[in-house]
T-cell receptor
């Protein structure tokens, strides 16, 4: 158990819908990262937040957005869902000790778009 | 740009050694290694920072050659528990405020009895 929690564990929804994935980082971690993992794309970095502010952006679609709240939990919002959005979505957190930032991954949310 | 991992897959007998390579076309600031078992989340193994260091963790160690923009993960005397997919994640940014890893496509390692 990494200490990072994600809800829900599984999500099945239809094309065109909107969903929200939630992540609570490990106690004391200020950074939260979101990743998408699909069979053909591997582990893709989406976005990073640090203490409520966006720090880095990866291959995140415009239909996706995220935020980190004052209590440091984060939400990833996916809208106008397409079949290709079906994937495992991981959240990770880290405490940054100088240049070192070990990331601890949550169990993931498996999204199935039908 | 995604780092290139090799080999794509390897099958070992218990007790054998393996090397997994990760190379980048860009200058590297750090390399991160993770292991993921089927249906589970990636688990952090180690970070190597710019400076060409070598690190060890039990019987798993890694090296980082920043000139060659490469890192290698060494698994010695493999155990059944080493089975899984190994990912390297590379960070090309000197901006310490921006933490973005680009992961390779993974190396699937299977250790057989």
């Amino acid at each position: 158990d990494s200490g990072v929690t994600q809800t829900p564990k599984h999500l099945i929804t239809a094309t065109g819908q909107r969903v929200t994935l939630r992540c609570s980082p490990r106690s004391g971690d200020l950074s939260v990262y979101w990743y998408q993992q699909s069979l053909d794309q591997g582990l893709q970095f989406l976005i990073q937040y640090y203490n409520g502010e966006e720090r880095a952006k990866g291959n995140i679609l415009e239909r996706f957005s995220a935020q980190q709240f004052p209590d440091l939990h984060s939400e990833l919002n996916l809208s106008s869902l397409e079949l290709g959005d079906s994937a495992l979505y991981f959240c990770a957190s880290s405490v940054e000790l100088g240049p070192s930032y070990e990331q601890y991954f949550g169990p993931g949310t498996r999204l199935t778009v039908t | 740009q995604q780092p290139v991992q090799s080999p794509q897959a390897v099958i070992l007998r218990e007790g054998e050694d393996a090397v997994i390579n990760c190379s980048s076309s860009k200058a590297l600031y750090s390399v991160h290694w993770y292991r993921q078992k089927h249906g589970e989340a990636p688990v952090f193994l180690m970070i190597l920072l710019k400076g060409g260091e070598q690190k060890g963790h039990d019987k798993i160690s890694a090296s980082f050659n920043e000139k060659k923009q490469q890192s290698s993960l060494y698994l010695t005397a493999s155990q059944l528990s080493y089975s899984g997919t190994y990912f390297c994640g590379t960070d090309n940014s000197m901006d310490t405020g921006r933490r973005a890893l680009t992961f390779g496509s993974g190396t699937r390692l299977q250790v057989q009895p």
